[in-house]
Nanobody, 132 residues
Framework: QVQLVESGGGSVQAGGSLRLSCVASGYTNSRYCMGWFRQAPGKEREGVAGIYTGSGSTYYADSVKGRFTISRDNAKNTTYLQMDSLKPEDTAVYYC?????????????????????????WGQGTQVTVSS
């Protein structure tokens, strides 16, 4: 099975930056939807950013557009989330997620997976705390 390990979380002041990394192992498929989700205390988990490993197409929540950037290095099985201009409301546990595509599915499926929070594999999470 796919295993995901996140790193890079920490505490920063508002306006600061962090870069999260997600290293994947156990891949059995060459095409995946990768995503970053977050969950703050007392709130539901929400999608932050998604990416299709085939074409590199990306998806972002409106709340992070222009501030966060998702990218991937397929050769290293690593997905990144660059977070700039951080705000206190960004404080949450951030999770990396992956979902393999079936042969009949196109990369556009990743948009659906991102919107519906339907990734099959999840990492353990990494804490991000932004103080004002």
């Amino acid at each position: 099975q796919v295993q995901l390990v996140e790193s890079g979380g920490g505490s920063v002041q508002a306006g600061g930056s962090l870069r999260l990394s997600c290293v994947a192992s156990g891949y059995t498929n060459s095409r995946y939807c990768m995503g970053w989700f977050r969950q703050a205390p007392g709130k539901e988990r929400e999608g932050v950013a998604g990416i299709y490993t085939g074409s590199g197409s990306t998806y972002y929540a409106d709340s992070v557009k222009g501030r966060f950037t998702i990218s991937r290095d397929n050769a290293k099985n690593t997905t990144y989330l660059q977070m700039d201009s951080l705000k206190p409301e960004d404080t949450a546990v951030y999770y990396c997620a992956a979902d393999p595509l079936r042969p009949w599915q196109t990369g556009s499926y990743c948009g659906t997976v991102f919107r519906r929070d339907q990734h099959n594999y999840w990492g353990q999470g990494t804490q991000v705390t932004v103080s004002s």
